[in-house]
Structure formats: structure tokens, C-alpha cells
């Protein structure tokens, strides 16, 4: 691994000559005068001065030498649609979602909400707003008003795209009611709301505000919309994430350094070259979506596959059924959808040609070893686990054979990325662990090109959240325990915090919480998350109910459950609803009151709860173990 850690080794040694030799991978319309401004402590600002735009150098930059070549390759088993847009197909698409915007008052700085399902026009409206210097802030399809209404709140859109519906399993799932009910919790008011009619589901418009899309795409499909030439520090986009309270963090992007950064993980890590193909089968409304759907192959001159539908149907060969179709070279997924197909025919996985491809590499959760192995001897290619986070928007830590090829170990995520100074921190004593010692993973500053350059509109809360968690020290935080083993391989532990991952998906417990405290019965409760077999966790909740004699009524208790559950999936979503409801009469907490999440979860798991010296009430576990 020699390459690899000489090529980290600069990168951290001489981070301005680095970057400023990868910078040259885009196009910049006016050059960066500094590489790095780190006069502001844990601020980083990189390629200052330097005016760029993302939808040109994903888009428009490419048109000459690949305008008559796939860009962006849409496959729906949903409702039995494919698409291949070319370049130049898709610089159309992206004009008239532009001009629309435009001609809705969008201009510079103003945010435009995207929820939308996996479809073309996501990447359309995102890769519009791009071009304007609009900030979108893509909203997954799989979250709730709640969700949405908070997002609202917070990002204060001008306009809104939306859709009559998305689809699962072959049935549709309306999203105009939810938009509606957001809009109606929320605060504030979007002028004009775009609605994508896929004529799945019926939809009532809102007059004055609600337009369909169809008639407004006719009228500027001819429109050359100028790009808009940003500052490189620019915001270029808000995702939202969960973290320990109830509300979302809005991760805000930069332009110049996640073009920049982005484009060069395609080579480094992802082995790519312009006129590849790449797939991953995330959903734009996450962090994968936005960095290894939308922006980095189409950056790099790579075509992209976006894929509504589930792994699963029409049947468990469907990926390799794509990647035969299209010739894909890389295949980027969860460790969950993988688990998936474990459960189905192996015949399946050598039915399509898949000579193609070249490897695979699998985020978002911890890649179990048996999965890893199955899938990598299954398929005779190089499986990479790779672990990163919506914070940093690429991966922190990976194999990165764009660089050398080392051997992986099932179980890591290999080594550091270039950029990052990557360490494992004591949490006590701030300082770095040795060998084999757990500790947190955390980032030294400055954070590198096109990680989050702050939390939107909220400084102190950035600073606050990531970058105070050890004494004495401003050091980066990503809330995972981790280690490293004699040989230099990094291993990811699991959460110090309250955040859940359930098949892939960040989810805040402490959010799911807020929803089930909303039911007039309850009192309090706590969620937490348990290993599961196939979604990496799931999530189980604990109620107290404010009169625990409801109980003793006939079916109360599966009543109250689904009541619970109902609530959660109006305000958080499906995606959120917890495997269980279980009730006790109290919780088990310490004695300054902090429930004892960590006890709960050895309980749930079958472990020992370990150290209880703290507890206030030691009867409450045992009433955790009788709901079980
Ligand atoms: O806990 C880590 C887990 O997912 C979190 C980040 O989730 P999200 O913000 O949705 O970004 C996903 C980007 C791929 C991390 O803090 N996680 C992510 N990748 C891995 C992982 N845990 C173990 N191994 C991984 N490869």
C-alpha cells in the first residue's frame, strides 16, 4: 500500500499544492486566487475567488466531445419505463427546468425544494438550480409531512417540485396529499409549487400556486439558459440529516470544492473514466444519490444510471439484468439490498453477462463479512466496502485502486482517503488512540474540498455539533466509534450517538420519539435501535403511557400499537416506523434523568447491559425485559 499512503501523505502534508493540482480536473470561468482560506478556524474555504458552475462542468462541459452519448440512463420496473438521455438530450432537459425556474422569479441564492421520487426530472431540477446558483434542498420521497414541514421551515423555499406520485412495488405512493399537509404545518409559504404528473395518482392543484410542469417544459424546451458563475464557496445545495435532537441538521454544500472533489474520487476511488458507466442504486434524496447519482459520474464524463425500483422485482436479478443492459462498469449499493438477495436463487446472479463491470462497492452501513465475502465470490469481482457520511459528502475511508490496488479485508473499509487526516480519538482525553484501540473516528481540520462548509443559517450549531466533542481539542466529530489494526485497516464500530441506521437509511431516534410522544396516551418513551439479520437495524420502541390501566382493556395494547406506529408513518414516514411498540411503566434512566439507551439495547439484543452503576431504578430493565 505504498502509493496509496505516500498519495495521503501529500495530501495532508501539502494540502494547497494538492488540491490545486486536482482543481485542474474543472473548468473554472474566473481562476482561484488562494487554494485554502483557513483563517476562520474550523471554517475551511477552498478555491477562493475561483468562479465555477456545477451544472456546467456536468453538463455543458462534455456537450462537444459527448453530446450524442448516454448521460443519464433512467430504468423504472416500476412502471416499466427506460430512458437513455444523451448529453445533449439531457443540456435540453436541464434548460427547460432552468427557464421554468426562471420564469417562477428563482434567481440566485433562493431555494427550490425537490421531492421527488426516483425520476429523470430530480436530476433535471437539480442540475437546474445549479445552473442558476439556486440552492436546492432535495427532500427523500420516503419521508413524511412532518419531515417535509420541518424542511420547509428551515430551507424557506421560493418554489417547490413535486409529483402526483412515486411508486413502490408497483403501487403508487401519492406525494401531492403529504406536500399539501407539509405546506399546511409549516411556517412558511412556497409562491409556487411544480408538479411533475405522472398520472399515477390523482392530484387537486392549489390555484395560483400549483402549476403542472408538462406546459411550462413545452414552452422552454429551446431555452438556453445562461449559466449563472458562482464564487467557488457559494452554497450549492442543503441535504438535511438526522443527528441527536429532533431537528434536522441542513448540511450546506459548497460549488467549487465539491465539483472538484467529486470528480477526482471518480478516478481514485471509483476507477472511472469519461465514457463509463456508473450505477448507483441509491435514491437522490440521500447523500449517495446527490454525490454518485447526479453530480459525480455526469462531473466526470460518465454516464449514470438511475434506477426506480426495488433489487427484488421483477426478480432478484434485476441489477445485473441493468448492468448487462448497459454495460456498467461500476455498481455502488447498501449492504442491506445485498443481504436481500442472498435470500434469493444464486442462479440468478449468473444469468446476465456481467463482463462489464468491475467492481462494487457498497456504503451507508456496516458491510458484514459474510455479505462481503458472499457477494465478492459469488460474482468473481472486487467487492469495496467504502464508509462516509452526509457531512463529508465522498468517502473519508476506502480502497482506492484509481491509485493502487491493495488487498481489502471483509469487515473494513481499508484505509484513509486522500484529504482526509483521519484519526481515532479517546473521548476522554482528546488525544489519538494507538493500535487496536477504540476510540472515535474523527477528522483533523480543515475538512476537505467539498465536505459541509457549515449547517445552513446556523454557524454556531456547526461548530457546536462537530467540532466540540473532545477536551481541549477542534477536532471533527463524525459520531462512530472506530479502530485501527496493527496493519493500518480501519473498522467502523457503530454510533456514539443516538442515530440509527435502518437498511441503509440515517434515521434520528430522537425524531421518532417526538412522533410517538404526540399520541395523547403517551407519556414519554425512547427508541432505539436493534441489529437486525437483514436491515443492519431496526427500530423498537419503549412507551410509558400516562394511564397504564388502558392496558388491561381487551386489545388495547395491539390497538395503541398500531395507533402509534400510524403516527409515526404520517409524520416520519414508512421508512421510520419501528419494528415494535412495546410498553413499561417506566424507563430505565440515570439518576440526572438520561434514559439508558446503550442497557436497553443489550437487553434487546440479548447482551449483558452491562455497567449500571448510574441507574436510578434498577426494576425499570426488568420490566424491559418482560415487554420483550
Ligand atoms: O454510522 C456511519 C454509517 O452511516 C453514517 C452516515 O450515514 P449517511 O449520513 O446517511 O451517509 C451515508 C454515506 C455513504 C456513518 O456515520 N456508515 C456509512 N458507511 C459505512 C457506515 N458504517 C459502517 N461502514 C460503512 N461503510
Given amino acids: 500500500m505504498q502509493k496509496v499512503r505516500e498519495f495521503h501523505r501529500q495530501s495532508i502534508q501539502d494540502r494547497e499544492a494538492f488540491w490545486a493540482r486536482e482543481a485542474q480536473r474543472i473548468h473554472w470561468e474566473t481562476p482561484f486566487t488562494r487554494v485554502l482560506d483557513y483563517s476562520r478556524p474550523p471554517f475551511a474555504r477552498w478555491f477562493v475567488g475561483g468562479r465555477t458552475n456545477l451544472c456546467y462542468n456536468a453538463v455543458d462541459r462534455w456537450l462537444d466531445t459527448q453530446g450524442d452519448q448516454p448521460a443519464l440512463i433512467w430504468v423504472s420496473t416500476?412502471?416499466?419505463?427506460?430512458?437513455?438521455?444523451?448529453?445533449?438530450?439531457?443540456?435540453?432537459?436541464?434548460?427547460?427546468?432552468?427557464?421554468?425556474?426562471?420564469?417562477?422569479?428563482?434567481?440566485?441564492?433562493?431555494?427550490?425544494?425537490?421531492?421527488?421520487?426516483?425520476?429523470?426530472?430530480?436530476?433535471?431540477?437539480?442540475?437546474?438550480?445549479?445552473?442558476?446558483?439556486?440552492?436546492?434542498?432535495?427532500?427523500?420521497?420516503?419521508?413524511?409531512?412532518?419531515?417535509?414541514?420541518?424542511?420547509?421551515?428551515?430551507?424557506?423555499?421560493?418554489?417547490?417540485?413535486?409529483?402526483?406520485?412515486?411508486?413502490?412495488?408497483?403501487?403508487?405512493?401519492?406525494?401531492k396529499p403529504l406536500l399539501d399537509q407539509a405546506i399546511e404545518q409549516s411556517s412558511h409559504a412556497p409562491e409556487r409549487v411544480v408538479l411533475v404528473n405522472r398520472g399515477l395518482a390523482p392530484m387537486d392543484l392549489t390555484p395560483g400556486r400549483d402549476l403542472e410542469y408538462a406546459p411550462l417544459r413545452a414552452r422552454h424546451l429551446d431555452a438556453q439558459v445562461p449559466v449563472v458563475w458562482l464564487e467557488s464557496n457559494e452554497p450549492s445545495y442543503i441535504l438535511y440529516t438526522s443527528g441527536t435532537t429532533g431537528n434536522p441538521k441542513g448540511v450546506q454544500r459548497d460549488v467549487g470544492g465539491y465539483a472538484v472533489a467529486l470528480c477526482a474520487s471518480m478516478e481514485y476511488i471509483y476507477g472511472g473514466k469519461p465514457g463509463d458507466v456508473y450505477f448507483s442504486s441509491s435514491d437522490v434524496g440521500w447523500v449517495v444519490g446527490h454525490s454518485y447519482v447526479v453530480y459525480g459520474p455526469l462531473l466526470n464524463g460518465q454516464a449514470t444510471v438511475m434506477y426506480e425500483g426495488t433489487p427484488v422485482r421483477p426478480d432478484a436479478a434485476i441489477l445485473w439484468r441493468i448492468v448487462e443492459t448497459y454495460r456498467v462498469n461500476v455498481l455502488f449499493s447498501a449492504p442491506t439490498a445485498i443481504r436481500v438477495l442472498k435470500k434469493h436463487d444464486p442462479a440468478l446472479l449468473s444469468r446476465h453477462d456481467l463482463s462489464s463491470l468491475e467492481r462494487i462497492y457498497l456504503a451507508g452501513e456496516p458491510l458484514d463479512e459474510l455479505t462481503g465475502q458472499w457477494l465478492s465470490e459469488a460474482l468473481g469481482k472486487p467487492v469495496i466496502d467504502n464508509y462516509w457520511q452526509t457531512e463529508t459528502g465522498w468517502p473519508i475511508l476506502s480502497a482506492q485502486p484509481g491509485i493502487e490496488e491493495v488487498p481489502t479485508r471483509f469487515g473494513s473499509p481499508s484505509f484513509p482517503v486522500y484529504g482526509y487526516d483521519a484519526r481515532v480519538v479517546d473521548e476522554t482525553t482528546g488525544r489519538d488512540c494507538g493500535p487496536n484501540q477504540k476510540g472515535v473516528v474523527a477528522i483533523e481540520p480543515p475538512l476537505p474540498p467539498g465536505a459541509m462548509s457549515t449547517i445552513w443559517g446556523n454557524d454556531e450549531r456547526f461548530v457546536r455539533t462537530y467540532f466540540q466533542s473532545f477536551p481541549g481539542r477542534l477536532c471533527y466529530s463524525t459520531s462512530d466509534w472506530g479502530l485501527v489494526d496493527d496493519d493500518g485497516y480501519w473498522y467502523i464500530l457503530g454510533r456514539t450517538d443516538d442515530v440509527i441506521n435502518v437498511a441503509g437509511h440515517r434515521l434520528g431516534t430522537r425524531e421518532i420519539e417526538e412522533s410517538v410522544n404526540t399520541h395523547p396516551a403517551v407519556a414519554e418513551s425512547a427508541v432505539v435501535g436493534v441489529a437486525d439479520q437483514l436491515k443492519g437495524q431496526e427500530a423498537m420502541a419503549f412507551a410509558v403511557l400516562r394511564n397504564p390501566a388502558l392496558l388491561e382493556e381487551s386489545g388495547a395494547r395491539e390497538r395503541l400499537e398500531a395507533e402509534i406506529k400510524r403516527v409515526i408513518e404520517q409524520r416520519n414516514g414508512a421508512v421510520a416506523r419501528p419494528a415494535r411498540i412495546l410498553f413499561v411503566n417506566t424507563l430505565p434512566k440515570t439518576r440526572s434523568g438520561k434514559v439508558l439507551r446503550r442497557a436497553i439495547v443489550a437487553l434487546c439484543e440479548g447482551r449483558d447491559p452491562g455497567d449500571l452503576t448510574t441507574i436510578e431504578d434498577p426494576g425499570a430493565l426488568d420490566q424491559i425485559r418482560a415487554a420483550l
Avoid: K, W
Avoid at 102 to 124: C, K, N, S, T
Fill in 78 to 175: 416500476e412502471v416499466d419505463q427506460e430512458i437513455v438521455y444523451t448529453r445533449a438530450d439531457l443540456a435540453r432537459e436541464v434548460n427547460a427546468a432552468a427557464a421554468t425556474l426562471q420564469e417562477l422569479g428563482v434567481v440566485q441564492g433562493d431555494r427550490v425544494l425537490i421531492y421527488l421520487p426516483m425520476i429523470p426530472q430530480a436530476a433535471f431540477f437539480m442540475l437546474a438550480c445549479a445552473r442558476l446558483g439556486a440552492i436546492h434542498s432535495v427532500v427523500f420521497g420516503g419521508f413524511a409531512a412532518h419531515n417535509l414541514a420541518q424542511r420547509i421551515d428551515d430551507a424557506q423555499p421560493r418554489v417547490i417540485v413535486s409529483t402526483d406520485a412515486g411508486s413502490r412495488g408497483g403501487r403508487p405512493i401519492a406525494y
